[in-house]
């Protein structure tokens, strides 16, 4: 079993940053990719970003709404992943939720692990 805790949520004006955290305890992370998902009240979860498992640090893939302002990354080191945002915007407005496991799909939320989510509030 692999227990997920976020952090680093808050409000924040409009252009601001912020940077989430998802440390995992219950075992290393090592091969499971590590995704970032979010969700409004009413709406579906929706991908944010991924990283892949490499010893070098793996691959990120973002959806098209983030490319560009957010930075996915992972410490191995500290079982420790990572969402760097910038140039944040109203519409970035949502609680976000760390994942991880071996999937087929990453953007899809069928990862077996999740954490309890954080809020991220932009004001305009």
């Known amino acids: 079993q692999v227990q997920l805790v976020e952090s680093g949520g808050g409000l924040v004006q409009a252009g601001g940053s912020l940077r989430l955290s998802c440390a995992a305890s219950?075992?290393?992370?090592?091969?499971?990719?590590m995704g970032w998902f979010r969700q409004i009240p009413g709406k579906e979860r929706e991908f944010v970003a991924a990283?892949?498992?490499?010893?070098?640090?793996?691959?990120?893939y973002y959806t098209d709404s983030v490319k560009g302002r957010f930075t996915i990354s992972r410490d191995n080191a500290k079982n420790t992943v990572y969402l760097q945002m910038n140039s944040l915007k109203p519409e970035d407005t949502a609680v976000y939720y760390c994942?991880?496991?071996?999937?087929?799909?990453?953007?899809?939320?069928?990862?077996?692990?999740w954490g309890q989510g954080t809020q991220v509030t932009v004001s305009s």
């Open positions: 994942a991880a496991g071996i999937v087929t799909h990453m953007t899809d939320p069928s990862y077996p692990y």
């Open positions: 219950g075992r290393t992370l090592g091969p499971y990719t």
């Open positions: 990283i892949t498992w490499s010893r070098t640090g793996g691959s990120a």
